[in-house]
């Protein structure tokens, strides 16, 4: 089966759907492929206590705003599933699901997305998959010596599979200090991180980083002093439950540790710590093996672009990875801003001869 439009979307997590947004308005031909069965993107697999770090009013797509939870100020995962399932209903946006695409390849005059479920050919194609697919672990001496359990944020689900157990969990940023603020209230928890924790004022939500993040893109643009961005405020978003961890005192981080033993974890000065578990709370990288038939070249992990679009690649787009593809892109709020760039500039691309273009 060859299916043929101007743009074809890869991944419906609310990067893609917000792409679908622009599209629709923008007239464009197009089709969503998305390889999970459901609708929600990343919302689907967080851990049960999942919450946005904003209020719904501060974390809109485009067009339709998140509307509040009853009873909650910080929606749950669950609810932003719900969001974005009625958001592409809303908008009567075309994904298909499941479709995998194995692998984006260049044709005479188009790009192929071949999938599972056979091949699409468009003029643009959008990538926006997300990162959830693709966690990250740092390696470690020792790593397959540890007798006990390792997992990643993916498989961590809630702190009662932890009771009564000693945790390790490692890493600096919001998923570590949310786990080891509830792994500490049932389990023994040693928190491990390559640098000292950069925890944000209180009160900083989803909307100030967004406005940050918008006034560091006004600097740059203006050629005026880097304003340090999103990461000046530090890592950290004091939310609820790390608040309250806070006022416990379990937020209290050792230095990185250097091996791993078959019981625990060692540091060069010779101590140890057993452990049952180890949370590593690594992060992510971009989700992008289907664009390794277009052999672009990497820097740092991340393929170089102009705004959204590659420079080796000028039909293709990257959408909601990170600062890299827009800043605050892979937030609700600034989903909606990076997608209609994008749209505009396939738009402008599509419609205008190529001796006309910038
Ligand atoms: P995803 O939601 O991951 O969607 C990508 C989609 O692409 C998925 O459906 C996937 O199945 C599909 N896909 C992947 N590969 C392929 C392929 N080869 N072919 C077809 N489909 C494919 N943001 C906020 O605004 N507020 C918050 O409070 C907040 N908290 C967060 C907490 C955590 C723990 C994490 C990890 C992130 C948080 N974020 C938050 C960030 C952000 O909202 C999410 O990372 C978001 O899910 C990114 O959306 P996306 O559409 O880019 O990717």
New binding site residues.
Partial sequence: MAEVCDVVV????????AAGYFLRRAGLDFAV????PEP????QH?WDS?????PAEH?PLPGWPMPRQPGEEFPTAGHVVDYLARYEQRYDLPVHRP????GVHRGENDLAAH?DHGTWHARAVIS??????SPYVPSYPGQEKFTGHQLH?VSYRRPDDFRGQRVIVVGGG??AA?ILAEVSTVAETTWVTSRRPRFMPEGVD?RVLFDVATRREAARRLGTEDTGGVAALGDI?MVPGVLEARDRGVLHAEPMFTRLTAGGVAWTDGSERIADAIIWCTG?RP?L??LRPLALRRHGGIIPTDGTRSIQEPRLYL???GDWTGPAS??????GRTAKTTVADIAERLTVPVSARR
């Avoid at 892979?330 to 989903?335: F, K, N, V, Y």
């Fill in positions: 890869i991944g419906g997590g609310q990067a893609g759907l492929l998305d390889a999970a929600g993107g990343a919302w967080g999942l919450r946005l770090f904003s974390s479709v995998r695409v194995h999938t926006a998959t997300g990162t959830w697919q944020t919001n998923s949310q989803g978003v992510f989700s093996r289907h959408l909601g990875y892979a937030t609700l709020i600034g989903a």
